[in-house]
């Protein structure tokens, strides 16, 4: 019984651990930056995702993650690996696309497609016509 609660006390935790997954797919919610209560005097950069329809978040005071965030938009899915420790800690974000878009993008290339067709077919019919016989 104590094993269950220890798990659900684990599995409740807002906080993603890389070394569980790594790398964490989720839909980016935003970033706040903080103070870092372990290293008072310093900031650090808190990031909020949704993963499995649950609000999770990883901090780190890397200032290339916080570059790489300034291409990512909120509602966004994007992938987030993190490689090395301590100070060589790197995160590579990617942002995923998203399977309705490219739904909806292959739908309009088709439709455009289609009417540059008819365009033809009407170049073509006019051409026809407007030859003396």
């Known amino acids: 019984m104590a094993a269950d ?4 006390f684990i599995g409740e935790s807002i906080f993603i651990k890389f070394s569980d997954v790594n790398p964490i797919e989720g839909t980016y919610l935003g970033y706040n930056i903080e103070d870092d209560q372990f290293n008072p005097g ?3 950069l808190v990031v909020a995702m949704s993963i ?3 609000e ?4 780190s005071k890397s200032t290339r993650l916080a570059r790489a965030l300034l291409d990512i938009e909120v509602g966004q899915k994007i992938s987030v690996e993190r490689t090395g420790q301590l100070m060589k800690t790197n995160y590579t974000i ?9 739904d909806e993008d292959k739908k309009k290339v ?8 008819e ?3 009407t170049e073509e019919e006019i051409e026809i016509e407007d030859i003396p016989f």
């Open 5 to 8: 609660d220890l798990k659900s």
């Open 42 to 44: 310093t900031k650090k």
């Open 52 to 54: 499995d329809g649950k």
């Open 56 to 59: 999770k978040r990883f901090s």
């Open 94 to 102: 990617k942002v995923l696309e998203d399977e309705d878009k490219k």
């Open 110 to 117: 088709k439709e455009k497609t289609e009417e540059v067709e």
């Open 119 to 121: 365009e033809r077919e």
